[in-house]
């Protein structure tokens, strides 16, 4: 069964400094992995996904996230963090056709 | 190119009534996803639609839950009756196809009170 962790449901940074969250994965096969941002009230959009080839996958907004396989993880970065980047982040894997399945979320706060 | 609609965007019932759900996927999109977001957790998937038919719906409580798409376009989600524990929002996604490397796009969703 897949399933996946996201570390950390709250997390503050200043705006400018690194944005780091994580999400770790459980997957017999290679997974496809996703990150969607959620603003409030909004419906999930599309970050960035690692389906094959590079591991290091840019986003949209100056978002990327590497693709570790020895570590199941899939971390979300971006080097400089906006006060617009204040939303609820979710990591996601899908290996089936069938069944996106999401982490919990983790919902970012950028201090000015 | 116009996005996932859904409708109504708030809904407050009490206990044991009835409430239908909306969704307009994006026109083409062939596979269709009701997915239950409680506060404070990552949406669950209820059932996946391809075109008209059902590919997946092991997560739906089908002793209150229903859906439908009869014409492989728009959908709805029925809850009938509706429990406290049914508040939630509602979200509804679309994608060409169910292909695991393919993006879902999402709909605001409905947002669901129990009283």
């Known amino acids: 069964a897949q399933s996946v962790t996201q570390l950390g449901s709250h997390v503050s940074v200043s705006e400018g400094a690194l944005v780091l969250l994580r999400c770790n994965y459980s997957?017999?096969?290679?997974?496809?992995l996703f990150w969607y941002v959620q603003y409030p009230n909004q419906g999930l959009q599309l970050l960035l996904k690692?389906?094959?080839?590079?591991?290091l996958v840019k986003g949209i907004n100056g978002f990327e996230a590497e693709f570790k396989k020895s570590e199941t993880s899939f971390h979300l970065t971006k080097p400089s963090a906006h006060m617009s980047d204040a939303a609820e982040y979710f990591c996601?894997?899908?290996?089936?056709?069938?069944?996106?399945?999401f982490g919990t979320g983790t919902s970012l706060t950028v201090i000015p | 190119e116009a996005g996932v609609a859904q409708s109504p965007r708030y809904k407050i019932i009490e206990k044991r009534q009835s409430v239908a759900f909306w969704c307009n996927p994006i026109?083409?999109?062939?596979?269709l996803y009701w997915y239950q977001q409680i506060l404070g957790q990552g949406p669950k998937l209820l059932i996946q639609?391809?075109?008209?038919?059902?590919?997946?719906d092991s997560q739906l409580p089908k002793d209150r839950f229903s859906a439908e798409r009869l014409k492989g376009v728009d959908s709805t989600l029925k809850i009938q009756p509706a429990k406290l524990e049914d508040s939630a929002v509602y979200l509804c996604?679309?994608?060409?196809?169910?292909?695991?490397?393919?993006?879902?796009?999402f709909g605001p969703g409905t947002r669901l009170t129990v009283l």
């Open positions: 996604a679309s994608t060409v196809r169910g292909a695991p490397q393919n993006e879902q796009f």
């Open positions: 997957s017999s096969v290679p997974p496809y």
């Open positions: 690692y389906t094959t080839g590079a591991t």
């Open positions: 996601a894997v899908s290996v089936t056709g069938n069944q996106f399945y």
């Open positions: 026109s083409g999109h062939a596979t």
């Open positions: 639609f391809q075109n008209n038919g059902v590919v997946d």
